[in-house]
């Protein structure tokens, strides 16, 4: 008997039939990628706005098949991925919504969480309980189909925030998806999540962009990026990001980016104080804790 | 004729007999290193604050001679360079003037420059017109003399600054010889070295010390730490860096790092505002700003 159990594990294939997903860029390219290398996915469909970046996301293997329309795409789906910008979630919801089998189960990849259960909770109706709201920490400043690699996750963490609504079979379904994927899987309240990932990620990417942006500003900007080394380039690496998404990630996280941003504006004022005082010690004390910090807590990887 | 005079060109040796280093650190170290690596030097005798750290020097083959005193240092150097935090520069100026034979160039690596040509300008005497500041635009965020690498300067810039009052001879020497390490050498106003470089490269040294210490600030720091991701890691890669040395370039550099740091501020709180008003356009137009200009003027290395 028990022999019998371990080799219909042994068999079972641990993977997904069908996977819809909506937005066929960098995650959701890669993580069709990443399932495919590990054979745990049968169809991948995709969806999106732009037919040219399915027909190169075809034509490199990421998906299998380019639906006509939404219902369509989640027609016999075992689970639709939802990866598209933050700004498009709701609309993605509202369109699939009453296409969704009854065992269908929904996930996402976005940036922030509270705001997308939110979404959730008004379009998907019943289907919410079988939403497991994520967001895959992984990500490089390029964007589209054509920047999809499949060893983007490996390694990386996933962040799942479920709701008490959310059927724990659903997080399982999407967890074991993420795994296969390269990802260790970590579970957060989704309004954790959102501070967090605003000090870590959203303010970072905020100070990068407005930091090109000063220097783009002066007349002299072409001498002055001639000038730049690597630690400026290190800096800045970031600002090459999608403006969309970013944008739709500020709006979507707003109050706890704004709160990171003003935390920060108060240490950059607290610099700026010593700096106007020729406060040596203060400065070096300032420089020291930081080198620190990064030295204790950021590791090489 | 002509043949003589190309034959001896060819034979003559471009390097310099004897190099004082005063700091055998990452900059100074690696700067001996590629001219060994050139055969461009004869002997480099080294001074500095730690015995410990000059003996690393000297078994790593970095220098040849530790110097009991600045006055031994010195004594039959063709070419004298400052390497030390820019804070003890003056000091340094103050020890070795007394000691400098007639032929001796000394030149430094710091940078600013404003503030080393007027302490070279107080305290080298007769030997300020062979003085020559420099500054090479190369590093990384570790420091001492085990960090020194041969390669450090291979294409990056030498940035000079030469006074009216600088012997052209001298600063011949010296841009040769930073050429033999590897370096292309350009030649700016003192002034305008400043600015360019308290925007470019200051700045965001403060700007990653500062995101670095508000993290470590909260109460969860440890936590956060470990969910940052590259970006986070990037933009923060130079608050790792020497906290004497940053303490010494803020205060040199002081009023040209108040107003880039002003004008950063102004940058970040003309964000904050479209964030405040839920400004999607405004942005997303930041946003793509930033993105472009660092597409046209951050080309990859």
């Not at 979630?89 to 919504?97: E, S, V």
């Not at 269908?104 to 509270?114: E, F």
Request: proline share 4%; net charge positive; charged share 20%.
């Amino acid at each position: 008997m028990k022999k019998r159990i371990s080799k219909r594990r042994a068999t079972r294939r641990p993977g997904i039939g069908r996977l819809a997903l909506f937005g066929v860029g960098l995650i959701g390219g890669s993580l069709a990628l990443a399932l495919k290398r590990k054979k745990a996915v049968g169809c991948v469909v995709g969806v999106g706005r732009s037919r040219a970046n399915l027909l190169v996301a075809r034509r490199l293997g990421i998906i299998d098949e380019i639906a006509a329309d939404p219902a369509a795409a989640v027609k016999h789906a075992d689970v639709v991925v939802i990866a598209v910008p933050l700004g498009q979630t709701a609309a993605a919801m509202a369109q699939i919504a009453p296409h969704l089998e009854a065992h269908t189960i929904v996930t996402d990849a976005g940036s922030t969480k509270r705001d997308v259960i939110a979404h959730a909770r008004r379009y998907l109706g019943h289907a919410f309980a079988r939403f497991v709201p994520a967001h895959p920490i992984a990500g490089t400043e390029k964007s589209g189909a054509g920047a999809a690699f499949a060893s983007l996750f490996d390694g990386h963490k996933l962040i799942v925030t479920p709701e008490p609504a959310t059927d724990p079979r659903a997080v399982k379904t999407v967890t074991t998806m993420w795994k296969l994927a390269g990802m260790h899987v970590i579970s957060m309240p989704a309004a954790d999540h959102d501070r967090v990932f605003a000090l870590v990620s959203h303010l970072p990417h905020v100070l990068s962009f407005a930091l090109v942006n000063q220097i783009a500003g002066y007349a002299d900007a072409s001498a002055l990026f001639k000038h730049t080394g690597g630690g400026f380039r290190d800096s800045t690496r970031i600002a090459g990001s999608s403006p969309e998404m970013w944008r739709d990630v500020c709006l979507a996280n707003r109050d706890a980016l704004l709160a990171a941003l003003d935390d920060y504006l108060g240490e950059l004022e607290r610099v700026r104080g010593m700096l106007e005082a020729s406060d040596a010690q203060g400065l070096e004390q300032c420089f020291t804790a930081a080198r620190d910090a990064r030295a204790r807590w950021l590791k090489p990887q």
